[in-house]
């Protein structure tokens, strides 16, 4: 009942070519095909958002989509966040001293949701940043960790386009 | 600087920010086949047989296994883990796989082993199961009663455990003249645990070396190896589990269940590694939750409210099994006078069967109802005779000065429940001033000059954390100079890892980023109990700290040696010992861990014994309680029943505490946890035992725009109970939430006469309150 397609994508700046099965999610296809174990799967339903990755800079939700549907698409998960191997993105340093993650399941598609939101609005209010996370479930932190976060990293950012 | 008490960042963050984190489904095994498993669609059914020849012919499949294929490997063929009790009036414990008889919507029946889990699922829809439908039980009220459906064929009845808890002389306190007595009747329902990674396994079995490895997300690791092999009837030497990173706990992964004992042996027959991954609509299913309590209570007081009595009953839904025990609603049982000076109490307690998912602790496990007993009730008592609800609080509670209190009660492993220290007036007194309280009357009436409905409420808790008797602990420094701790305690998100490294870290040196921390692992300690009941900082902390005492006393014995410098004149500084008044003259912990691995011939430096380590495990047997005060205000609207909560404050006492960032995120994870209790998460059956919310569509979390900002106030009163001095606080905040927000949502629909006897209450019933109440005033 299952066929396979070729693809061709690029993935954290790497390109790939693989064959995929038609019915294999997008979360699948990354995170088991091509090991990027970094987005997570919490409902499969499109509700608890741990999945979220970035499609050609729009965050989409990996469990609702195939894998078939990203052929000639650009995708940015967790793993392609950082600037480099020894260097954190401004708003992961923020979760970090922030406390804005706990046992650290929701925190990929917390991280991806959150980067085109701040691309889009540099400086948010506290119940802007509520709102753009509400896609989003963490059962540990009560969010108010990850609230602070995010105005945390907005400020960080701002100073690093000013400096 | 020392680390331990400080605002230290923890060791866990920066690979779980980077996609690095290691969790369960990201373990990969050459070969690795993948299970689904098919679950009764029936609440209660008899099972005539089972057809898999379908499934076993679709490409892809290895195996399709039921309960008779996985007999010959189990020495036992129940899962046993009901915590001793005398209460039980029957034996409930689960199977493996279902054998002729279901008992809930969910219960695996058979498994598919398969190259995909896509492939695996498609083979589960092709197991035909021949059912036949029996009639079901679904409300433990009526489960109780005479001639109603069994929940099993084979019961007698559907009371699984009955007992009575209680202390002083009830009649007299309810026959004090004066005495002023009023009743409430409670519905309580706690949802799911849902964390946000389900539950899952790897299970390969090594026939070479006839070992078996289990990974799991489980919040006790040492329990599965045990459970794993008395069922197996194996050396528990043979088997390994390891918890890699959890994707959060809140109880129900504490539990053994039927799919893990089922993975492990489907590894074992078809010779390949196999995973099993729980969806999250499983999760609704086969995962234990808390649900129903139905409690009715009566409290006597003198005219100044002071308390004299409270009895009453309560009723418990237990599900279908016994996957825990009774400890849920004994918890609950004996959490309701807890802070409070009452001379007398009673109260009988029935867990009924019900043929619905079974019901074991979430976050909290049964202390929430007990908290919202006693607070309902209080407010019952102040609203009756005119006083201040904050002020009948303050009569009753346990003063400072009666530190130590003894409550004539026994904890579950029948230890005495002494309260160890705290000052719970003093909690209260600031909870109530940072919420404004005393001004609250003006808001009030300010609001509803513009029609809006302000509330107030409080309630206050104690919670028995540090649940003994020990948890292992092992530190060890090799020479590579890297400080190991390994432990039996389990991280799933508490910041495990960070609390051991800053407790090893204050005698070794004050680095944690020296400090390498395993837990979980079975295959690096012997014994372990795991995470549950807030019990890890207290238990594992302790042993730690013991554990680093000991080794640091011998580095400083062998560095002493070493160095010709007396112990007294070393100190410990990052990696180095060092020489107080010449610090160039050190030697590195790595240096010092290789002298005592032994030279052959040679005698060991200072004549010490070998090897820097040391393996504690403290015992404590006592609970230390923490405790604390919440208030809240909450705006309700009276035409969609809304309610927005406008402040929390929360003050609270856990003792010493280890780190603030970290306390703090515990206490608002577990209110907020508590205000979707209170508000949003509700667990639906129909009455022929069908679930009605198994998507998180149905079944709400709390999001981050209702989420409320907590205000936190830090007590800090010692326990004298342990080493450092510490109470746990994982679970704290959860149980005072309900209680604080029903009490101010009644106080804000005060002009309706709304009375609130329930939790969750959702928008619906709190307009439907509104008319009710509206209909009585209208009345003549």
């Given at each position: 009942m299952s066929e396979m397609r070729r693809i061709a994508v690029t993935v954290n700046g790497r390109h790939h070519d693989a064959d995929v099965?038609?019915?294999?999610?997008l979360a699948d296809f990354l995170r088991?095909?091509?090991?990027?174990?970094?987005?997570h799967v919490g409902?499969?339903?499109?509700?608890?958002?741990?999945c979220t990755i970035l499609i050609d800079g729009r965050s989409a939700r990996s469990c609702l989509m195939?894998?078939?549907?990203?052929?000639?698409r650009a995708i940015t998960t967790v793993e392609g966040i950082?600037?480099?191997?020894?260097q954190m993105h401004p708003l992961q340093e923020a979760f970090r001293e922030n406390h804005g993650?706990?046992?650290?399941?929701?925190t990929p598609g917390m991280l991806t949701t959150l980067i085109e939101f701040l691309r889009d609005n540099p400086d948010p209010t506290e119940d802007d940043v509520r709102i753009a996370i509400s896609g989003n479930l963490c059962?540990?932190?009560?969010?108010q960790g990850i609230v602070a976060a995010v105005l945390d990293a907005a400020k960080r950012m701002k100073a690093e386009r000013a400096a | 600087m020392t680390v331990l008490g400080n605002r230290v960042l923890r060791l866990e963050d920066e690979d779980l920010l980077r996609g690095k984190g290691r969790f369960v489904d990201d373990i990969h095994l050459p070969g690795m086949l993948h299970a689904a498993f098919v679950r009764s669609p029936f609440g209660h059914a008899a099972i005539r047989g089972i057809d898999k020849t379908a499934a076993l012919s679709h490409?892809?499949?290895?195996a399709v296994l039921t309960r008779d294929d996985l007999l010959p490997y189990l020495k036992n063929e129940r899962i046993v883990v009901g915590l001793p009790?005398?209460?039980?009036?029957?034996n409930r414990d689960r199977p493996a796989l279902a054998g002729d008889?279901?008992?809930?919507?969910?219960?695996?029946?058979a498994v598919v082993i398969a190259t995909s889990r896509y492939i695996a699922e498609d083979a589960a829809a092709l197991v035909e199961v021949d059912y036949d439908p029996l009639p079901t039980i679904a409300d433990p009220r009526a489960a109780l009663i005479a001639g109603a459906p069994l929940?099993?064929?084979?019961?007698?009845?559907?009371?699984l455990a009955e007992f009575d808890m209680g202390y002083g002389d009830i009649e007299a306190a309810f026959s004090t003249p004066g005495a002023h007595v009023f009743r409430e009747s409670f519905w309580q329902h706690r949802g799911g645990g849902h964390s946000i990674e389900c539950r899952g396994d790897v299970a390969a079995y090594d026939a070479m070396d006839d070992r078996l490895t289990f990974w799991s997300s489980t919040q006790t690791p040492h329990a599965a190896m045990r459970i794993l092999a008395d069922m197996l009837g194996r050396?528990?030497?043979r088997i390994r589990v390891i918890t890699p990173d959890?994707?959060?706990?809140?109880?129900?992964?504490?539990i053994f269940y039927p799919e893990d004992i089922t993975v492990a042996i489907a590894a074992m027959i078809v010779g390949y590694p196999v995973k099993w991954i729980e969806d999250r609509r499983e999760h609704f299913v086969a995962t234990t939750q808390e649900r129903d309590q139905y409690w009715n209570m009566e409290i006597a007081a003198d005219g100044e409210g002071r308390v004299l009595g409270l009895r009453g009953a309560l009723i418990h839904?237990?599900?279908?099994?016994?996957?825990?025990?009774?400890?849920l609603p004994y918890e609950s049982a004996q959490t309701v006078t807890l802070p409070y000076a009452i001379p007398a109490y009673q109260i009988n307690v029935k867990l009924a069967l019900t043929n619905k998912v079974p019901v074991t602790p979430v976050r909290g496990a049964g202390q929430p109802q007990g908290a919202f007993v006693m607070e309902r009730m209080l407010d019952r008592v102040g609203r009756e005779l005119g006083i201040d609800r904050g002020e009948v609080r303050r009569r009753n509670l346990i003063r400072a000065?009666?530190?130590?209190y003894t409550k004539p009660l026994k904890a579950r492993g029948g230890r005495s429940v002494v309260l160890?220290?705290?000052d719970y007036p003093k909690c209260q007194e600031d909870a109530l001033a940072r919420g404004g309280w005393s001004d609250f009357p003006q808001r009030q009436a300010a609001a509803r000059a513009e029609g809006r409905h302000l509330g107030i409420g409080v309630a206050n808790f104690v919670k028995g954390t540090g649940r003994g008797p020990f948890e292992a602990v092992t530190v060890r420094i090799g020479p590579s100079g890297t400080i190991n701790v390994f432990s039996g305690a389990a991280a799933m998100g508490q910041s495990t890892k960070t609390m051991l490294a800053q407790v090893v870290a204050e005698e070794l040196g004050?680095?944690?980023?020296?400090v390498a921390v395993v837990p979980g692992d079975t295959g690096t300690i012997s014994m372990g109990i795991g995470?549950?009941?807030?019990r890890q900082t207290v238990m594992a902390g302790s042993s730690a700290h013991v554990a680093a005492v000991k080794v640091r006393d011998k580095v400083l014995a062998v560095a002493s040696h070493i160095?010709?410098?007396?112990?007294?004149d070393l100190y410990i500084h990052g990696n180095q010992v060092m020489a107080?008044?010449?610090?160039?003259r050190a030697v590195s912990l790595g240096q010092i861990a290789l002298s005592v691995t032994g030279t052959p011939g040679f005698v060991l430096p200072g004549g010490v014994a070998p090897g820097l380590e040391a393996t504690e495990h403290?015992?404590?047997?006592d609970m230390a309680y923490a405790n604390g005060c919440a208030v809240t205000e909450v705006e309700v609207?009276?035409?969609?029943?809304g309610v927005k909560i406008l402040n929390f404050v929360i003050a609270h006492d856990?003792?010493?505490?280890?780190?603030p960032m970290i306390v703090d995120g515990q206490i608002v994870g577990a209110v907020t946890h508590g205000v979707g209790n209170a508000l949003y998460e509700w667990m639906g059956f129909d009455?022929?035992?069908?679930?009605?919310?198994?998507?998180l569509g149905e079944y709400l979390l709390i999001t981050a725009p209702e989420a409320p900002h907590i205000d936190i106030i830090h007590h800090e009163s010692p326990s004298p109970l342990n080493p450092l001095g510490v109470k746990g606080v994982?679970?704290?905040?959860?149980?005072p939430a309900a209680a604080a927000i029903m009490s101010a949502i009644e106080d804000a629909l005060t002009p309706f006469g709304v009375r609130i006897a329930q939790t969750p209450i959702t928008p619906q019933e709190i307009v439907a309150l509104i008319a009710e109440g509206r209909k009585k005033k209208a009345a003549p």
């Open positions: 099965d038609v019915r294999l999610t088991h095909q091509l090991n990027l174990t970094g987005t409902c499969e339903h499109g509700v608890c958002g741990a195939l894998a078939v549907q990203t052929d000639g950082a600037p480099g191997p020894g993650l706990q046992c650290g399941f929701c059962r540990c932190t009560g969010y | 490409p892809g499949v290895h009790s005398p209460a039980y009036r029957q008889e279901v008992v809930h919507v969910g219960e695996p029946v929940a099993h064929r084979d019961a007698p009845h559907n009371l050396n528990e030497e959890v994707g959060g706990g809140f109880g129900p992964k504490l839904d237990h599900g279908a099994y016994t996957a825990r025990g009774v400890n000065d009666q530190m130590p160890d220290s705290g004050n680095d944690i980023s020296n995470g549950f009941n807030s160095l010709d410098v007396p112990e007294r107080t008044d010449a610090p160039e403290v015992v404590i047997d609207d009276i035409e969609t029943g856990c003792g010493r505490v280890i780190n009455e022929n035992c069908q679930p009605t919310t198994t998507n994982g679970e704290c905040g959860v149980v």
